[in-house]
């Protein structure tokens, strides 16, 4: 068995879209980045090769690279899905927090997690979307931004 962890940030700003978990959430602010900065789809897919030992989301995606400009991080994640299996591993589980003030993230749960586990090809019980907010506290108290921890567990197919 593998574990990896994985963590992002993701700026809000005005002017562009709120996609977490594959969900474009209405909200009056949206996450900045190169790709769409689905935030928490990203602190999966560093799980997931930090996990199998394959470097995390920068080594295949660089974000200076047009190729990945607004790309869909379903996209990231589903390439990140076959790099896992190609390595020789399934996956087991993930669980994730997402740190946020706003938007509301349990509305949407759901809906995320139908996204992702058609990403990664496995049952939506394997995985797990927490939400908190930092009780007013940090950046993302302060909706300056949003954050998102994940863990991956691997297993040898
Ligand atoms: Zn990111």
């Known amino acids: 068995m593998r ?3 994985g963590f992002d940030v993701h700026c809000l700003v ?7 978990g594959g969900v474009n959430i209405p909200h009056s602010l949206g996450l900045l980045g190169h790709s769409d900065a689905d935030v928490l789809t990203h602190a999966i897919c560093d799980a997931l090769l930090g996990a199998a030992g394959l470097g995390d989301i920068g080594t295949y995606f660089p974000d200076n690279d047009t190729a990945f400009k607004n790309i869909d991080s379903q996209i990231l994640l589903g390439r990140v899905r076959d790099e896992i299996v ?3 591993f399934q996956i087991e589980n ?6 946020a003030e706003k938007p509301k993230i349990n509305p949407h749960r ?4 139908k996204i992702l586990a058609k990403t990664l090809g496995i049952d939506e019980t394997r995985i797990g979307i927490k939400a908190t907010t930092t009780e007013k506290l940090g950046f993302t108290g302060r909706e ?6 994940a863990v991956a567990l691997l297993t040898f197919r």
């Open 3 to 5: 574990i990896g962890v």
């Open 14 to 20: 005005e002017g562009r879209k709120c996609i977490i």
């Open 86 to 88: 190609k390595a020789g």
């Open 94 to 99: 993930i669980d994730s927090v997402v740190m």
């Open 110 to 113: 759901a809906e995320m997690k």
């Open 144 to 149: 300056e931004g949003i954050a998102a921890q």
